[in-house]
């Protein structure tokens, strides 16, 4: 079982990677996408051993599949 619980450093980490993505003009501003993509964050931070850039690259490739704007 994967710990819930992070230090401040690292929920700091983790919102800088949302706050960045969300911004992006290809994001769907949708409350809905929002709040699924902060879980997910969570969730994908929460059992991975890996380095910050490199989780910053998986969820931003997972963001831009799903929760790009539909054109």
Do not use: G, N
Request: aromatic share 12%.
């Amino acid at each position: 079982m994967h710990s819930s619980s992070f230090q401040p450093e690292e929920l700091t980490a983790v919102k800088a990677v949302y706050d960045d993505i969300v911004a992006q003009d290809w994001f769907d501003q949708t409350e809905e996408a929002r709040s699924s993509f902060a879980r997910y964050l969570i969730d994908t931070y929460s059992i991975s051993a890996i380095t910050s850039e490199r989780f910053r690259k998986i969820v931003e490739c997972s963001a831009r599949t799903h929760y790009s704007r539909r054109r």
